[in-house]
């Protein structure tokens, strides 16, 4: 799909304060090993971010070809042609754990006071970023479902009657 079919995607592309804003908790989550230690589960769950950021990515690069390889040679792999649509999902749940963590990292590490800093910079930037959300600009009208006639028709039929539906008594 080209970006010209999104309302707000000149907004979303152009504005470079609003593409760094963008990139800002993905990499401060990305990076946050560098920061501080992870324990086991910010380990297992920035192991599933980095691989379901590969699997999402498909066959784009960088990388393109591990990925081909592993598509061709690994059959399961090929029940999710449309990659991102998968496993974006689990990217996005594993950021917010990870998100989460560093929090309480950033928490017990520094004063209340640049806790307090950190924790409504992201909540801005999320507001911020979810903005085609908060105006209900997301879902594109190529791909919003019609709803046929004759499933009204059936609705109304189906009040109109008083049949017993009942299957055991």
């Given at each position: 799909?080209s970006?010209?079919?999104?309302?707000?995607s000149?907004?979303?592309?152009n504005?470079?304060f609003?593409?760094a804003?963008?990139?800002f908790?993905?990499?401060l989550?990305?990076l946050?090993?560098?920061f501080?230690?992870?324990?086991k589960k910010?380990?297992?769950?920035?192991?599933?971010?980095l691989?379901f950021m590969?699997l999402?990515?498909?066959s784009?690069?960088?990388m393109s070809?591990i990925?081909?390889?592993?598509?061709e040679?690994?059959?399961v792999?090929?029940a999710f042609r449309?990659?991102y649509?998968?496993f974006e999902y689990?990217?996005?749940?594993?950021?917010?754990?990870?998100l989460?963590f560093?929090l309480?990292?950033i928490?017990?590490?520094y004063?209340?006071?640049?806790f307090r800093?950190?924790v409504?910079?992201?909540?801005?930037?999320?507001?911020?970023?979810?903005?085609p959300l908060w105006?209900?600009?997301?879902?594109?009208?190529?791909?919003?479902?019609?709803?046929?006639?004759d499933?009204?028709?059936?609705r109304n039929?189906i009040a109109?009657?008083?049949f017993?539906?009942?299957?055991l008594s």
């Amino acid at each position: 799909h080209s970006q010209d079919t999104f309302m707000f995607s000149s907004y979303l592309s152009n504005n470079i304060f609003y593409v760094a804003a963008s990139f800002f908790i993905p990499m401060l989550i990305l990076l946050s090993p560098v920061f501080f230690r992870f324990n086991k589960k910010e380990k297992y769950f920035f192991l599933n971010a980095l691989v379901f950021m590969f699997l999402a990515k498909g066959s784009h690069p960088p990388m393109s070809g591990i990925f081909v390889k592993l598509f061709e040679n690994i059959f399961v792999l090929q029940a999710f042609r449309a990659t991102y649509f998968k496993f974006e999902y689990l990217v996005v749940f594993s950021f917010s754990v990870l998100l989460g963590f560093f929090l309480i990292k950033i928490r017990e590490s520094y004063s209340y006071r640049v806790f307090r800093r950190v924790v409504t910079t992201v909540i801005i930037l999320i507001i911020v970023n979810s903005i085609p959300l908060w105006l209900g600009q997301v879902a594109r009208y190529f791909h919003k479902s019609v709803v046929p006639p004759d499933y009204f028709e059936a609705r109304n039929f189906i009040a109109e009657t008083h049949f017993d539906f009942k299957i055991l008594s």
